[in-house]
Nanobody
Framework: VQLQASGGGLVQAGGSLRLSCAAS????????MGWFRQAPGKEREFVAAISSSGGRTYYSDSVKGRFTISRDNAKNTVYLQMTSLKPEDTAVYYC???????????????????WGQGTQVTVSS
């Protein structure tokens, strides 16, 4: 599967952005999807994930209550709605896919099979 992330940009603290990740290739509904981010000088970290059906979602503690992951399997797209953004949310955001129909919470980078190219999110104070 090929993944194309978009929607990043520059936003002031407290603002909102919605990231999208469009997939092509194998049936999108067979993939567990995740969002990760990497800030300058830091390792890539888990942000959010969603099961193949969309019925289960998972979040890191740092974004819980502020970010919402969702998917539209008819459009082969996963979204990350980000609200109440903070300067520490500044990072390159990556979407990732793992072939799985299950609901096991895949939160580790090495568990994913495919990665998008990343989209930059910058939050100014």
């Amino acid at each position: 599967v090929q993944l194309q992330a978009s929607g990043g940009g520059l936003v002031q603290a407290g603002g909102s952005l919605r990231l999208s990740c469009a997939a092509s290739g194998r049936p999108f509904s067979s993939y567990f999807m995740g969002w990760f981010r990497q800030a300058p000088g830091k390792e890539r970290e888990f942000v959010a994930a969603i099961s193949s059906s969309g019925g289960r979602t998972y979040y890191s503690d740092s974004v819980k209550g502020r970010f919402t992951i969702s998917r539209d399997n008819a459009k082969n797209t996963v979204y990350l709605q980000m609200t109440s953004l903070k300067p520490e949310d500044t990072a390159v955001y990556y979407c990732a896919a793992k072939y799985s129909y299950g609901t096991y919470p895949y939160t580790r980078e090495r568990e994913y099979d495919f990665w998008g190219q990343g989209t930059q999110v910058t939050v100014s104070s």
